[in-house]
């Protein structure tokens, strides 16, 4: 596979190993000895002929043999030559532990890439630069600068930041967690987090990926990679940078261009990648998910010593939007015959303060034989008679059946031993109540996208020659925004209902136009230089007859002309009367990340008082587009919930996918929106009432 | 002190103290002495001669002096005759250990009531039943039947769960976090959380408290005692119970009646109590508090030696409402100058990973000497070079100044001796950047709070004796729904202004009425039975003439009583038409715990679709009553800002005093709403369009 020599070299040099304790070389060294790494390992460095007594090369060269993988650690100046020296010797990958590229200036980042151009061009992979290394337990391989190498386990770790790492892997030492790989990837000169993501995704001892990321190198790659890898396994990622002081500290950090957070949150929803929202729900997330099987459902029964603890529980649960199971009559009677008499047997089931093990035994194995739960949280506190150990012990055999169960031991050393019990039998402990519940929220949440049905986009019959030939013109005439008139032709080709209108240059033909259509008419002016057309009176709408249509359009010509006499006029849109219904903004803003991105409101107040605003990533399908309007909060106004006159919510999920089509089709649009769409009462018609186009500048100027 | 014989007992009685290990008289008993309590210990049971080396008596009768406190752990059965004998024997305080009273059935709540008559007649005060027991570190006092006694410390502890209690002494213990007292109140026969927080008020070794908290005894006496308390001290409160699932698990615990959410919210506001979110805030809160000094504004500085968990935490200062600082130039010059190249200088201060303390010192020291800094928050995670114990050593020599300072050592053993210095220290370290950042705030707030100028009651000069007269008629004819024209003159006599109207009950009367008010007016039907006129047709406005008038008349009678012949009608009230403007709710609920609940919200869609409302306990003050407007997402919608037309925001505010001056004076007002109060623009009159009251059927029946 292709990061073998990353993860299962069978030798490796140390270039600028050391004997001198506290030096990155040193460390390197002694912890890929004391980690047991069976392979050959290689220290290259001029000075010595033998550091920790294994012979010491000057440099690669004077090693005759093969060497799979180096890890480099001299000073900026040295590594290029050490690559060089690394590719020689047949090295399969290069690690750059060494900082002072990209990240501290311009001839940094100058060397960084011509030293990712030479990996490149001898078909060696390179991990870093300014990383803290790499490390497979089960390879028994710690090819990192932090001594701690935690046990066996499924967990595999990206980390963006090699100091987030050695925090994570004291904490898993410390806490007895196990994992599988970790890699720092720095810089990201070549090997990135989609990379890794997508070996990991493969890596038959990874169960679990988690991921520390400041900013993401191909949105639309890591989201194909993403998705393909979380049908297989959960991948939990922690993005930070997403707040404004977050975003400058993470570009004064690496550099990183950072996509809005909106995006992210979409392209993370879009593949499946679970969400961390602190840096500890990561491994509360990842234990969870590594040692226990999914839930099926959402209903929790939780077996606690103690009422307290199981009401915040109660509340954790339901705050997370999961529900407090209801036992079944049958099991309320089993608990009833086999608990004292003083016992809570609702649910929360109260085993007493007194509680032995045999207690949780009965408990819980009748919580798990119930078909009204789904999983179990069972919560400990040190009172008197407590036996966290023993508990611990029970409650881990239990759970080798297809319901998760969580643990929730409150307290300190008196509770150690059992925690200790509990992880070496891959059952996940939490601190307090709600830590669980979020943590069986993400799991039962990771259990829905495993049973999604397939994504079946809808691909309506469309006249993309038409809109084509309309952008280009755009382009031939340098022009980025499409005005009304345009935009709502290019509607009509992706089918959608636009009142009838026509542009026209005179009075007379503005009469003719409106006894055509109809009355009663509106009235637009049309101008490239005009955006917002009512403010500066270029709008008369409600127009009954010809003489109103007459007079409407001198006022607007003459006024305007006197108000802006530079203007670009090009006529004045005649349109039927939209008729009336429920008024939405549907829009697309290109991320630069992630590209298309649709939102959904409702009109006015909604959007720009309430920022009451839905978002996906087009293309979207049928039922993402009706998750998007369910997303807002005024969803029930639209849906006719509240006394209010239902409308043809369905027309709103067509338009959103035949938009999405659009913008799909056609990258040079930048932003767009189709602002008010009028959703009409069943029966009537839903129309674009008026529509905004810009296309990308870059497009116009090189195609 | 009222509760001396409680935390400062001279001698102990401990009634069913046992030799028998696992038996909580056991417990008890040799956690008093293991803690080395030094006042006079006198086990009582009659089965034995001597218990752990000490003279056991038979009774408390048999043991002849005074008694200060007495703890009792026995049977159900024999708790009553133990506390007559406590009684007999001088004590002043009785603590009973024993569950199965109020908790269990009504027999256990009848005897729990006895026991607590009986003390009150003796002036005894009692703790529990079914309590955990009492502790005070500053007196050696272990008087509960858990063994961990934490250090002495200035956090003390009310919980209404004993189980709660054991875990977070067990926690405490293990963290070396001191703690002052600890009370658990269990069923609060007598003793409950208003009493303990009054009296910890007054105590000098408390410098916070926190409370675990299922129900509230008293809401009136627990806010002016809380505000009274936390002019002084911080109290941080996790009430559970908060969803319905939470409720449920609660009363079936201590069937203790919950208030909603919302009130405790508002009631928390109101009184400066800082609400815990979650478990582990209460004390990642109190540590904070207890340790370091208040910040006087929200900048904060991040020194930190990795740039990814500087990241985090600027995230999370963000997301807190808090402000990342910008430092000023000089300081910036002053951290260039020391510190390496490569490090960087802005906030985060990012101190690289080989930082060593006088990195951290240099960095730490700038920021708290810089005028643009109020806290600081020090980041260190566990690298080669890195020194956790000579690091908080440095950091905690720092401490001693008016900033505080608090930690975020991440990672496992590798920074435990850290850790370790750090709380001994005082400085409050947390496992990750979220948690600083959190507290850093409910740090920010409480200092806010403290800061607060002084609540000014506005009494406006109102008719009190026309609305007790107005009631005094509903009582009469017991009636408990006041209709509309009844309501107008209501708030009339408070001040508001009301649209002219009058009550008639002919068409030639309702023309009268109109001649008089002038055209145009509104019409409604008047009926004790119809709570929504419009819904059958019983409002029409706009009525431009007499003809109109009569017509409106004859129509809406006549159609209502062939709608419902039983109807009780009273008339046609004939009104003049409100003004435009800008449509708002005003309405009030009194809550069973806390009294009267103050609602505003904008009308219609904000308040029924977007659930746009904010709450406070009447009597509010002006700036309240700003505050409630101000809280809504929809107040710039009101205030002008989107390019709306402004609107007399002031005129709101008013009304919403008047509105809380009018349910305080009248606490048999049930609940009530303004709506519409129709806010009028700059100089248009602003009123009270139509309004309801339901007045208390309690005290329509009793008086």
Redesign the interface.
């Given at each position: 596979m292709m990061f073998d020599s990353l993860f299962h070299p069978s030798s490796i040099a140390v270039i600028g190993a050391s004997s001198v304790e506290?030096k990155?070389g040193n460390?390197l060294l002694s912890n890929l000895i004391d980690g047991g790494y069976d392979g050959k390992i290689v220290p290259v460095n001029p000075k010595s002929k033998e550091i920790m007594g294994i012979r010491c090369y000057g440099s690669l060269s004077e090693y005759n043999e093969k060497v799979d993988m180096s890890v480099i650690a001299v000073p900026v100046k040295f590594v290029k030559p050490a690559v060089a020296e690394s590719i020689s010797s047949g090295a399969g990958a290069v690690t750059i532990i060494t900082?002072?590229f990209k990240e501290?200036d311009k001839e940094g980042a100058r060397l960084e890439k011509e030293i990712a151009e030479l990996c490149r061009l001898k078909g060696v992979r390179l991990l870093g630069p300014n990383v803290l290394g790499v490390m497979n337990t089960h390879h028994k391989m710690n090819a990192t600068?932090?001594h701690?190498m935690p046990e066996k386990g499924g967990i595999s770790i990206i980390?963006?930041?090699?100091?987030?790492c050695?925090?994570i892997?004291?904490?898993?030492?410390?806490?007895r967690l196990g994992m599988s790989k970790l890699v720092s990837i720095g810089n990201k000169a070549d090997i990135n987090e989609i990379d890794m993501l997508e070996w990991m995704g493969e890596d038959e001892r990874t169960s679990v990926i988690v991921g520390?990321l400041?900013s993401i190198v191909d949105g639309k790659k890591f989201i194909q990679t993403a998705e393909k890898v979380t049908s297989k396994k959960p991948v939990i990622i922690?993005k930070?940078?997403?707040?404004?002081?977050?975003v400058?500290?993470?570009s004064?950090?690496?550099g990183s261009l950072a996509g809005t957070d909106v995006a992210y949150g979409a392209a993370f929803r879009r593949s499946g990648v679970i969400r961390a929202?602190?840096?500890?729900q990561l491994f509360d997330f990842a234990k969870a998910l590594d040692m226990q099987p999914l839930p099926r459902g959402k209903s929790v029964a939780i077996v606690t010593?103690?009422?307290?603890?199981?009401?915040?529980c109660?509340?954790?649960?339901?705050?997370a939007g999961m529900?407090?199971a209801q036992l079944d009559h049958q099991s309320a009677t089993a608990l009833k015959k086999k608990l004292p008499e003083?016992a809570?047997i609702?649910n929360?089931i109260?085993v007493l303060?007194d509680a032995d093990p045999d207690r949780y035994h009965v408990a819980i194995k009748t919580a798990l034989e119930s078909d009204a739960v789904d999983a179990v949280i069972t919560i400990l506190?040190?009172?008197?008679?407590t036996k966290a150990f023993e508990t611990a012990k029970v409650i881990s055999e239990l759970s080798h059946a297809d319901k998760p169960i969580l643990a929730c031991f409150?307290?300190?050393?008196?509770?150690?031993p059992g925690r200790a019990e509990l992880v070496s039998k891959r059952l996940p402990d939490y601190?307090?109540?709600?830590?669980v519940a979020l943590s069986l929220k993400a799991m039962y949440e990771y259990s829905l996208w495993r049973e999604r049905p397939a994504r079946v986009l809808t691909h309506y019959p469309v006249n993309k020659r038409r809109v084509e030939r309309i952008f280009k013109m755009y382009k031939n005439m340098r022009r980025s925004q499409v005005g009304e008139a345009e935009a709502k032709k290019i509607l009509k080709a992706y089918g959608f209902d636009i009142p009838n209108g026509e542009l026209c240059v005179s009075a007379d033909q503005a009469v003719e136009i409106a006894e055509y259509i109809g009355y009663p008419v509106a009235m637009k002016i049309v101008s490239r230089d005009i955006i917002h057309k009512s403010d500066i009176g270029g709008v008369k709408i409600n127009l009954q007859n010809s003489e109103a249509v007459r007079d409407a359009y001198d006022l607007m010509v003459m006024r305007i002309t006197r108000l802006l006499p530079d203007i670009r006029l090009e006529g004045v849109y005649v349109e039927e009367m939209a008729s009336k219904g429920r008024e939405v903004i549907l829009g697309m803003s290109r991320d630069p990340q992630f590209g298309p991105m649709m939102m959904f409101g409702l009109g006015g107040?909604f959007v720009?008082?309430?920022?009451?605003v839905s978002f996906n990533l087009a293309p979207i399908t049928k039922d993402e587009a009706m998750q998007m309007l369910e997303a807002t909060?005024?969803y029930?106004?639209l849906s006719g919930i509240?006394g209010q006159t239902a409308v043809d919510i369905e027309s709103v999920a067509i338009a959103l996918q035949r938009m999405s089509q659009l913008v799909t089709d056609f990258p040079q649009i930048k932003e767009m929106d189709i602002n008010p769409f009028i959703v009409g009462t069943m029966g009537v018609q839903s129309v674009a009432a008026d529509a905004r186009i810009t296309l990308s500048e870059k497009w116009i100027e090189n195609g």
């Open positions: 506290g990155v460390a900082a002072g501290v600068f932090a701690n980390s963006q930041s090699g100091a987030v050695a925090a892997l004291d904490w898993a030492v410390s806490n520390y400041e922690l930070v940078g997403t707040t404004a002081a977050g400058k500290a993470a004064s950090h690496t929202d602190s840096f500890e010593n103690a009422g307290g603890p199981g009401i915040i109660a509340d954790a649960i339901e705050n529900s407090v003083a809570s609702g929360p109260d303060g506190t040190p009172q008197t008679m409150m307290g300190g050393r008196d509770i150690l601190t307090s109540p709600e830590r107040i720009e008082v309430m920022k009451d909060r005024s029930e106004y509240r």
